[in-house]
């Protein structure tokens, strides 16, 4: 059997993903599966079982990508597709049954999204593979040792990006004594273009206790970095997501995103969010996505440290 999965170019998305994937790989075992997706996010999916083959779609103008994946698609006779990009392409290969994106109802979470495409109940839960490279890789990053809690400070555009001394404030509380997480070390999380925000909240840490994992780790390695900690919290993104499909108790924060779509799945996680909505917090004179300062700064370190101890004593059981 062979089958084609088509999916995000957004680490965020193509995360969520990865539960309709291993759905397939669980229903069809043996199967030879192809994953198109995203470049950011092809390492994600390579280590699963299955998959013979990743397409990095990289865009191009004029929807060349498109035209460049039929050209190594439409020799195959394809068992299943699955298209959760609703591109024309999938219509235009050979398929006896085809899963195609739709409009789906915007008030359901993503994972619950992709699981109506697919017809697949309960939803599938998001899920990443690992192999022994990676996990050794993650060990050098992570040492064992004392307890680590993961922050993740950034986002993908100011907006979201909660202010880095409310972090700071945040790591203190929790790594108090007689909070949570007393002297755990801390890891801070970024990718590459992130730096300037991440290191303002490393550089607060005690220098024995810091952990540096900014712009140090390909996504995948991230997430098996992130396996081990002991909670992760941060602003809403595609690294919130590795850790919840990672199995770590995950924390998001919110502001100008929605969290019935995008919050981090799982009863291992949880969200906080700005009183104000998107629609509320976006409705100003001049509102730019590209130029937006910060818009998560009413969501106040009480809360997030109330629901930071709320969702460790869910997990933990205390």
Known sequence: MKILFITSTRLGDGVLSTGALGYFIGKYPGAEITVACGPLVSGIFEPAPGVKKVIALKKEP???????????????????????????????????????????????????QIAAVIGAAPPPVPVLWFDKAT?????????????????????????????????????????????????????VFAAPGEEKTAY??????????????????????????LGRCSLYIGNDSGLMHCAAAAGVPTLGLFGPSWPQLYRPWGNHCAFVSTPENFDQLVNYPGYNPRTAPCLMASLTVTAAYAAAVDLWKKVAGK
């Open 62 to 112: 004029y929807a060349l990508h498109w035209r460049k994946l039929w050209m190594e698609t439409v020799g195959t006779d394809w068992d299943i597709v699955i298209d959760l990009r609703n591109s024309l392409m999938s219509r235009l290969i050979r398929a006896k049954k085809r899963y195609v994106w739709s409009r789906q109802d915007e008030q359901k979470h993503k994972v619950e």
């Open 200 to 225: 303002k909240v490393l550089n607060a840490i005690p220098a024995g206790r810091r952990i540096d994992i900014i712009s140090r780790a390909s996504p995948l390695v991230a997430a098996a970095a």
């Open 135 to 187: 996990l050794h890789e993650a060990e050098t990053l992570i040492p064992t040792g004392a307890p680590v809690l993961a922050i993740g400070p950034a986002a993908n555009w100011p907006a979201k990006t909660w202010p880095a001394e409310n972090f700071i404030e945040l790591i203190g509380k929790l790594t108090a004594a007689g909070s949570i997480l007393p002297r755990a070390r801390v890891a």
